[in-house]
């Protein structure tokens, strides 16, 4: 049996947050975003740590470095900083803040680690990979379709809206899908004391 801990995330004297009926503040999906809006060229460590902490929700760089240990996170980019002899900047997709706080909220129900990344994240990768592609088509399409001729433009632009629509349907189809599909491993493989305990990285 794995040991179980807090770690140096939690405050003292606070109620633990698996415990039937407690609650755990989270991000809710308006914030979330707001923050992705306001990031779209990505989002340093130190930034998505304020997010949390900024919010009163417990979560340190200590904690973030488990995190890509364990790969929960998407991968980092090196981003050159401007102005001369500055060097780059590694900076996360700003989908990282919605991953932690989707992690944060498994692990607070008592799901382990492997049960995150097994039944969870595998999904999860999978489904925004669809949602990055698909995003990246649409603009490119937006592009080439903004230089066409006159007489066809405004053709294409009514079946790029439809083409857009039914996009966003299906990635949000696709996420409320994989929701239901992995919540029964994760329910089945719950078990108290598993291998992993992921409120280590609570």
Do not use: C, W
């Amino acid at each position: 049996m794995a040991r179980r801990h807090q770690d140096d995330d939690d405050d003292n004297g606070t109620t633990d947050p698996r415990a039937p009926g407690s609650r755990t503040k989270m991000l809710g999906d308006a914030e979330l975003e707001a923050i992705e809006r306001s990031h779209p060229d990505g989002i340093t460590a130190v930034q998505i740590v304020d997010v949390f902490t900024g919010r009163g929700i417990k979560f340190s760089e200590a904690s973030f470095r488990k995190y890509v240990q364990q790969g929960l996170l998407p991968r980092s980019k090196r981003v050159g900083r401007k102005g001369k002899h500055r060097g780059s900047l590694g900076v996360y997709p700003a989908k990282t803040v919605r991953r932690i706080n989707t992690v944060k909220q498994l692990m607070a129900q008592g799901h382990t680690i492997e049960e995150i990344q097994g039944q969870v994240l595998l999904y999860t990768d999978l489904a925004e990979g669809v949602a990055e592609h698909l995003t990246e088509l649409l603009s490119r399409l937006d592009t080439d379709v903004a230089k066409t001729d006159p007489r066809m433009r405004k053709q294409l632009e009514r079946e790029l809206a439809d083409v857009r629509r039914d996009g966003e349907r299906l990635i949000a189809q696709l996420g409320e899908l994989t929701r239901k599909v992995a919540a029964p491993g994760t329910d089945s493989l719950r078990l108290a004391g598993a291998a992993g305990g992921a409120e280590d990285l609570l």
